[in-house]
């Protein structure tokens, strides 16, 4: 059975996941090459990826939320569009930012930072689930587990950070999930 979070986790620990859904999305393509995805796994290149196994992931903690942040071309009816086949996801706090041709979206980054860090400054969790690979968030890690809070890192393993993997508290990698595809173990595992 895979371990999602730290052995050392206390059974009535609080946890919150953040996911950088852009960045993953992005490495999930890079990895998956010409393949087709998963049938469980919803994937919109560049913008989202998930699949509902990912947020049904339960144990004694309780997850209180999960956060997902991500950015995508066109008006407010397709950001709510992708918000909402988050929420169907297990996503219950999705923040889809608009991004331009020129410029992109820097709010992905800095949003998922100061929620995740405002969230454990105010005591609302004792484990984050940080969905990320990039060095960038490594000051993040340091700054929340100066908190007292424990940081799980689940990236792809392809691309990830030896310094985010270092700086964090426990790593899963969720390509075991959103690479396999779906039968009796799996739902049996993650359902």
């Given amino acids: 059975m895979p371990l999602f979070l730290p052995n050392t986790a206390r059974t009535d620990a609080r946890v919150m996941m953040f996911v950088d859904g ?3 999305a992005i490495r999930y393509k890079a990895q998956l090459g010409e393949k087709q995805s998963a049938s469980h796994v919803a994937h919109v290149p560049s913008v989202m990826v998930w699949s509902a ?7 004694p903690q309780n997850y209180i ?9 066109g008006d407010k009816a397709c950001r709510d569009g992708i918000a909402a086949q988050l929420k169907k996801l297990g996503i219950e706090a999705p923040r889809v930012f608009p991004r331009t ?9 800095i949003t998922l930072a100061t929620e995740m860090l405002t ?6 969790y004792d484990i984050a689930v940080l969905v990320a690979g990039d060095e ?26 030896p310094a985010l993997y270092d700086a964090s508290d426990h ?21």
């Fill in 22 to 24: 852009e960045n993953l």
């Fill in 101 to 109: 041709k020129s410029r992109g979206s820097k709010r992905v980054d």
């Fill in 53 to 59: 196994y990912a947020s049904r992931i339960r144990g």
């Fill in 136 to 161: 960038d968030y490594v000051p993040l890690v340091e700054a929340v587990k100066n908190e007292g809070c424990q940081v799980c890192v689940w990236a792809l393993s392809s691309g990830l950070s």
């Fill in 119 to 124: 969230h454990a400054h105010r005591r609302n």
């Fill in 171 to 191: 790593f899963w990698d969720i390509g075991q999930l959103l690479f396999r595809e779906e039968d009796e173990a799996l739902r049996n595992i993650y359902g």
């Fill in 65 to 73: 939320r999960r956060y997902y942040y991500t950015s995508c071309r």
